[in-house]
């Protein structure tokens, strides 16, 4: 039997010499990591609090923190209030800015969490995507979230400075 990386084909493990885990597929053994099933109310969970722990511990905290600072250099005289509307863009945009960093400041630890839900990667686009991933596919064309040994092997060695 073989799989596919890229155009190549890999020899892997006999029937006989396979591990316990793998279940037989048409075509070939199936990756028994690739399979992990994940519940959608426990999807939900994990989304829900990170709503919520991004809202309460990041979100808030940063937008009335931005909003305080914003009004004290006006009160200061540091920064001018509008004479149409007076402080009050300065505090929404402040507010608005805050809110938005403390929500983006939280996606790390929200990503942390559905890893160890189980869920790898993301959509697969964006700075933190790993589209070069050094997995291999199955035949269904569906990703592995492992390196099997036999890709181990067979992947090009890492530049030092990726090391």
Same mark, same amino acid.
């Given at each position: 039997?073989?799989?596919?990386?890229?155009?190549?084909?890999?020899?892997?493990?006999?029937?006989?010499?396979?591990?316990?885990?793998?279940?037989?597929?048409?075509?070939?053994?199936?990756? *028994?990591?690739?399979?992990?099933?994940?519940?959608?109310?426990?999807?939900?969970?994990?989304?829900?609090?990170?709503?919520?722990?991004?809202?309460?511990?990041? =979100?808030?905290?940063?937008?009335?923190? #931005?909003? =305080?600072?914003?009004?004290?250099?006006?009160?200061?005289?540091?920064?001018?209030?509008?004479?149409?509307?007076? *402080?009050?863009?300065?505090?929404?945009?402040?507010?608005?800015?805050?809110? =938005?960093?403390?929500?983006? #400041?939280?996606?790390?630890?929200?990503?942390?969490?559905?890893?160890?839900?189980?869920?790898?990667?993301?959509?697969?686009?964006?700075?933190?995507?790993?589209?070069?991933? *050094?997995?291999?596919?199955?035949?269904?064309?569906?990703?592995?979230?492992?390196?099997?040994?036999?890709?181990?092997?067979?992947?090009?060695?890492?530049?030092?400075?990726?090391?």
């Amino acid at each position: 039997m073989s799989a596919e990386i890229s155009g190549q084909t890999v020899p892997t493990e006999e029937p006989a010499a396979a591990g316990s885990g793998s279940a037989p597929i048409k075509g070939g053994w199936k990756c *028994p990591l690739s399979d992990a099933h994940v519940h959608r109310e426990d999807v939900r969970k994990v989304w829900k609090e990170c709503q919520e722990e991004s809202f309460w511990y990041r =979100a808030l905290p940063l937008s009335l923190g #931005s909003m =305080a600072v914003t009004g004290g250099l006006i009160y200061q005289g540091i920064w001018k209030s509008s004479k149409r509307f007076g *402080p009050f863009p300065k505090l929404a945009v402040a507010g608005i800015l805050g809110f =938005a960093v403390g929500k983006a #400041s939280y996606v790390g630890t929200c990503r942390s969490k559905f890893q160890e839900l189980g869920i790898q990667g993301g959509p697969g686009i964006g700075p933190w995507s790993k589209r070069d991933h *050094p997995g291999h596919r199955h035949r269904e064309g569906r990703p592995c979230h492992h390196v099997c040994e036999e890709c181990k092997k067979n992947a090009p060695a890492a530049p030092a400075g990726q090391a």
